[in-house]
């Protein structure tokens, strides 16, 4: 019978705690259905805008035939959506590239080392008459680079459940920018960055792609590039090239963002960005094979200083894009759309840049180069950059006064209306399919309230068609027509991002709030089982005698209580190896008093807390690449940091001190074996990882900087080395596992016994773990067993104070608590924390 309500208990337990799971990933995790439609040329047909066809002729009335395009480079057959403003399309994509690499210093309240690196983009954009400009790109989170590509050519939303096919994505299958130029007859040529390739397999019509995760690389994706790159613009096979560089994104990474590294790559963009807008001048005549090329220099996402980014703030969201035309600088626009913000450099000089949604690339780009726009895109044609493009369509300027102007902006400002009806009528299209195909889709209300915009944006359009063909022969400014024609276009277009963005990207705090409270009611359940199976045992109502257990348990509680509060925070994420450490500080400094008082176990309380000091330090600076950033060496004050990084005392400290505690492991691993009571299968598996110890630390040395020790060991150490060490302690667990099962053991001490199982299981894992985690693995394992000595040495002091008395629990909640805190500590501590790129990527790379 008692079995049988346990067993019932465990059942409900589970279901309660799944469905609160569920209910709370739900909210958390927020997913988007993927919809199997493409865009198609004759779709337009289906819209109320005009065709390319009859905005051609509508243009011609209301301007000159001068204005048309030039039959040479743009056939009438090849119209899909929208006309053709440009004939070739050069994107460069710097990776993580953030705005204030490319924005002059001006703009910021101080200037940086990093800053005004990239003269050249700056000197174009704001130059007098010049046909460039740079805009701050805003992108949505997650900010890593698959999704930011994702996003950038599909015009959608990817989710952060999709951060998880960044080591490995898998091929696009939503309508997107790229298909859009395949169907439509463009030759598209890509070089660098393989996730390209891997979300586009079969688009390019040639492809040059290199390995993007080897993040200590900063130069191999980029000489790939540039190898490509100067002899493809010398070549007429292409009509959109793609090249993809990463040396900026692995210098963050490796080194952050004020490093010398960073400046070094900035400066080599630079000089490489000069030579390529040279080429294309140089081809950009009459006649030229870049006669009409629309030069992009962007990034996919930004950065934080330390080289972070995956998140949604402001330095990871903000980038970069630099546009470009080889013709005539553009009609000046509307004033209300322009989102120009300007300041003066230290000469008096007006700099302006302007502001655009990453959200709107795709399907400003597809606008220019005449393609169908994605199926799945929610952006909008972005006026500024649109204007860039299309600034061939304007009047030759023959001196001409005021009305000409006013003709040519007119002309501009018409196909631009024409261009937002597509747009406008593409994303209801998608709206109305989503709602209709995904499980997952839009309210009623929310439908209801974007149909009433976009139903009146169409009546205004019936009237301005009407004022287009009639009213304009009889002379009428037909601009302020237009400009609320457009006005409610773009309201219809930002009422539908705003509900995408918080659908797709705002996490539904309601959800999450249900899935929290019952997961909380499975753990209340669970306290409940527990005190109802142990009450013949456990009393907690203590005697007097018991004061220090009864202590335990509440000071216990109370640090566990802070923890779980502090989850609520919203900067846990990105502290919480900080508030670990500091409960677990205040968990030593108690034991300590207790170690004064019963003048027992001083030196392990003292220990302890030097263990925790140590490991404070080190998650303050990462032991990875916060050390090396010259952001952490200005504000450190401790002695450590008066070597320079290069010193030699520094670089022997540092080489050496992983391979000295190896050694000390091993040492204490030998003690081990040496002991009566390790027997048989386990003392084998013990010395299985003594070798192992011993090969990493000759695998250290192959990679040592240290030219002497690594030039011995290079041939050997780098690949199999940590091929041998994943072979043996593969072959550890099978000979455990064997062991269990089949092995017959002499009878031992039973405790003894489990700890010799214990310490195999520990050792045959630490080998593994400690290789991937590179060289601060050693320390962190030698201060994982000095830690848990120091644990189960004061835990043994309550032990002695209760001898000769029934304990009322049988473990000490203290003790747990400090387990618990010292495995967070110890995690962070290896330079890991809790962001998409707190991940140890060179782990991949090891053997």
Request: proline share 4%; charged share 15%.
């Amino acid at each position: 019978m008692e079995g049988r309500r346990r067993r019932w208990c465990y059942w409900v337990v589970t279901v309660v705690h799944v469905v609160g799971i569920l209910i709370f990933t739900r909210g958390f995790l927020l997913t988007r259905t993927e919809l199997p439609y493409y865009s198609h040329c004759s779709d337009v047909s289906q819209s109320p805008c005009f065709s390319p066809t009859n905005n051609d002729s509508l243009s011609s009335s209301s301007s000159s035939s001068d204005s048309s395009i030039n039959s040479s480079n743009i056939n009438q057959d090849q119209h899909c959506w929208t006309k053709p403003a440009v004939d070739r399309l050069v994107i460069i994509v710097l990776d993580a590239l953030r705005f204030d690499f490319v924005a002059p210093s001006t703009f910021f309240p101080e200037k940086k080392p990093w800053m005004d690196k990239l003269p050249v983009l700056q000197r174009l954009a704001f130059k007098q008459g010049s046909s460039a400009r740079i805009f701050k790109a805003i992108a949505d989170p997650p900010t890593t680079s698959l999704q930011r590509l994702k996003g950038l050519t599909t015009g959608g939303l990817p989710t952060f459940i999709d951060v998880g096919n960044s080591f490995g994505a898998p091929a696009i299958v939503e309508d997107n920018f790229i298909h859009q130029l395949v169907i439509n007859g463009k030759r598209v040529v890509m070089m660098g960055d393989d996730t390209w390739v891997q979300l586009f397999p079969h688009h390019f019509n040639k492809s040059y792609p290199y390995p993007s995760f080897n993040v200590k690389d900063l130069h191999t994706v980029d000489n790939g590039c540039i190898d490509h790159l100067f002899p493809s613009l010398y070549q007429e096979d292409w009509d959109v090239l793609i090249a993809h560089f990463l040396g900026v994104d692995h210098a963050g990474h490796i080194f952050g963002v004020d490093s010398v590294q960073m400046i070094e790559k900035l400066e080599q963009y630079n000089l490489l960005l000069e030579k390529v807008i040279k080429v294309l001048e140089s081809q950009s005549g009459p006649g030229g094979i870049h006669e009409n090329t629309l030069l992009i220099v962007m990034g996919d996402h930004g950065q934080t200083l330390n080289g972070d980014h995956g998140g949604g703030s402001a330095e990871e969201v903000e980038t970069s894009i630099f546009a470009m035309s080889f013709k005539q600088p553009p009609v000046s626009i509307p004033p209300e759309l322009d989102t120009s913000s300007c300041e003066q450099d230290l000469d008096g000089r007006k700099m302006c840049t302007s502001s655009i949604q990453q959200l709107d690339f795709a399907v400003t780009v597809s606008a220019l180069l005449g393609v169908s726009f994605p199926f799945g895109s929610i952006g909008r044609v972005n006026p500024e950059l649109y204007a860039l493009g299309a600034s061939k369509w304007n009047l030759e300027d023959t001196g001409a006064g005021d009305c000409k102007n006013q003709a040519k902006l007119q002309e501009w400002v018409q196909n631009y209306v024409n261009v937002l009806c597509i747009n406008a009528w593409q994303v209801k299209r998608y709206i109305d399919v989503y709602s209709a195909s995904s499980m997952i889709g839009f309210s009623s209300e929310d439908l209801l309230h974007i149909s009433d915009i976009y139903n009146q944006a169409e009546g205004n359009w019936s009237n301005t068609k009407n004022f287009l063909l009639y009213e304009n022969e009889q002379g009428h400014s037909l601009l302020p027509a237009l400009r609320r024609q457009i006005d409610a276009y773009s309201n219809f277009l930002s009422n539908v991002s705003e509900l995408a963005r918080s659908k797709w990207t705002e996490f539904n705090l309601r959800m999450m709030g249900i899935g929290l409270a019952i997961m909380l009611m499975s753990v209340f359940i669970i306290f409940l089982a527990i005190w109802q199976s142990n009450r013949p045992q456990i009393a907690f109502p203590l005697p007097s005698g018991d004061s220090r257990i009864s202590f335990d348990v509440i000071f216990a509680f109370f640090i566990v209580a802070i923890r779980a509060c502090s989850l609520f925070s919203n900067s846990y994420i990105l502290e919480e190896g900080k508030v670990a450490i500091f409960l677990l500080a205040t968990t030593g400094i108690v034991k300590l008093q207790c170690s004064i008082m019963k003048k027992k176990m001083l030196p392990e309380a003292v220990v302890f807390l030097l263990l925790v000091s140590v490991l404070r330090f080190t998650i303050e600076i990462g032991l990875s690449k916060q050390a090396a950033t010259s952001l952490f060496l200005n504000v450190s004050s401790s002695w450590m940091l008066r070597f320079a990084p290069d010193h030699p005392l520094w670089t022997y400290m540092s080489e050496s001190g992983p391979i000295l505690a190896l050694i000390l492991l091993a040492w204490l691993l030998y003690r081990t074996i040496s002991s009566i009571y390790c027997q048989g299968i386990w003392k084998y598996v013990i010395m299985g990882t003594i070798s192992s110890y011993i090969l990493i630390a000759v695998h250290w040395g192959s990679e040592s900087s240290i030219s002497s020790v690594s030039s011995l060991l290079q041939g050997v150490g780098r690949s199999y080395i940590p091929r041998m060490v994943y072979t043996v302690g593969l072959g550890q667990l099978f000979l455990m596992a064997f062991g269990q099962l089949f092995s017959k053991e002499k009878a031992l001490d039973e405790k003894w016994s489990l700890i010799m199982k214990t310490t195999a299981m520990l050792s045959a894992w630490s080998s593994t773990i400690i290789i991937l985690s590179g060289q601060q693995g050693s320390l962190i394992a030698l201060a994982s067993v000095i830690g848990g000595y120091c644990i189960l040495r004061l835990d043994s002091m309550e032990e002695d104070a209760i001898s000769g008395t029934v304990r009322k629990l049988n473990f000490n909640p203290l003790a747990v608590t400090q387990w618990n805190l010292l495995a967070v500590c110890l995690f962070f501590a290896t330079g890991h924390w809790c962001a998409f790129d707190g991940l140890r990527y060179g782990a991949a790379f090891v053997g």
